[in-house]
């Protein structure tokens, strides 16, 4: 067997070139990617379609109510936490809700405060 790197004969069992060291038993074949052997984060997503009940969507709103912990699983469920596309639509629209409320809260307070600083 002759090594395709160096062209040193070696023997036919041997693994490496004896010169160069090259690996000798390389098989040359050259592997096709098929749906079942692809990585499972290649296959793509199906979304979840289910409807949200009444009262999975008055649970979710008590739910992103919650201080700290309802807006942390309110990005979650925005950004992707979830494959039901009603529930990541809620939770996106519920997002843009909360952004305009606050801002609207801080146009509130800054106009009260311009408003009440020449009292003093």
Known sequence: MYCKNCGTENPDK??????CGA???E?????????????ASSK??????TP??????????IL???????????????FGG???MNLRNFARSYFCFTIIVV????????????SSSGLY
Do not use: H, Q, R
Request: aromatic content about 14%; hydrophobic content about 50%; some cysteine.
């Open 14 to 19: 041997a693994l490496f070139c004896k010169e």
């Open 23 to 25: 690996k000798l038993n």
């Open 27 to 39: 098989e040359d074949t050259v592997k096709y990617a098929t749906a079942s052997n692809l990585p």
């Open 44 to 49: 793509k997503k199906t979304m979840d379609t």
């Open 52 to 61: 949200i009940s009444m009262w999975g969507y008055f649970g979710y709103e």
């Open 64 to 78: 992103f109510s919650i201080p700290i912990v309802g807006f942390v699983l309110l990005l979650v469920f925005s």
């Open 82 to 84: 979830t494959n039901n």
């Open 103 to 114: 801002v609207l809260f801080v146009l509130l307070l800054g106009s009260l405060g311009l």
